[in-house]
């Protein structure tokens, strides 16, 4: 490449370091880390170090949506803190079937329901998910079981029956239901599976259980209007193109 004489280029050790965040609206496809991927690489191009530091703040599963915090440099610090924040769903249950994987991406299980519940019955069961309860993981999860990630067992033809844990919902309200297809809207904590809520609802009800859309619209004070499309950012890109991230909790 050819450089004005006495100019220099910048090496990674001089370049500033960065420190911002996105607010991404996942496409169904990709994983998260997939998303930091290709962030990563637009930054490369743009000047930022080979190592540039970019991971987020909560997993979305290939087959979900919506909000994802994908933190920048020194913003990777807020990882915990940022996970630790209230989050909200837009999801749909369908009552039909259940799957080895909860949702959509697995086996299914057609379920023989003589007589679907009314509203009545749906409503009467949704309290019961509200709150602190105790709730058992997918087996198709990223939860280590002796230090391997219990999907990689699942996959193997070995499922783990993982252990119930204490989580937290804040609130559930029903947005429409017409049998099988039942659209809830969550609010809820950390470490909540959206997965294994359709499956222990279906299981309340009697009748199949599984996760056929999910939607994040809200990972504490960033919500689906703050989001841009991987497409609509820049190929190449800067610390312009990062949000600043939030203020210390203490200022």
Not at 44 to 64: E, F, S
Not at 151 to 175: C, E, F, Q
Request: hydrophobic residues 35%.
């Amino acid at each position: 490449m050819n450089q004005l004489p006495g100019a220099s280029i910048p090496s990674e050790e001089q370049a500033p370091p960065l420190n911002g965040i996105l607010i991404i609206d996942k496409p169904i496809g990709p994983t998260s880390m997939d998303i930091c991927a290709r962030v990563r690489s637009r930054l490369r191009r743009g000047g930022a170090p080979k190592r540039v530091k970019v991971g987020h703040a909560g997993t979305l599963d290939p087959l979900a949506t919506g909000v994802l915090v994908v933190l920048v440099g020194k913003a990777t610090r807020l990882c915990d803190r940022l996970m630790a924040t209230r989050k909200g769903y837009l999801t749909t249950v369908d009552l039909s079937c259940f799957s080895t994987t909860d949702d959509a991406e697995g086996e299914r299980t057609i379920v023989e329901i003589t007589s679907p519940p009314t509203r009545e019955a749906v409503d009467a069961a949704i309290p019961a998910f509200i709150g602190t309860i105790m709730q058992a993981p997918p087996a198709f999860s990223a939860i280590k079981v002796g230090g391997r990630a219990a999907y990689k067992d699942a996959r193997a033809g070995k499922p783990l029956s993982l252990p119930p844990r204490p989580i937290t919902i804040n609130n559930i309200r029903v947005v429409s239901y017409a049998f099988p297809q039942l659209t809830l809207e969550i609010d809820c904590g950390k470490g909540v599976y959206i997965r294994s809520l359709a499956r222990d609802l279906g299981r309340m009800l009697r009748t199949g259980g599984m996760l056929s859309a999910l939607r994040r619209t809200r990972v504490g004070e960033y919500t689906l209007d703050h989001s841009r499309t991987m497409d609509s950012l820049p190929d190449s890109m800067s610390q312009s193109d990062l949000m600043p991230p939030p203020p210390p909790e203490n200022s």
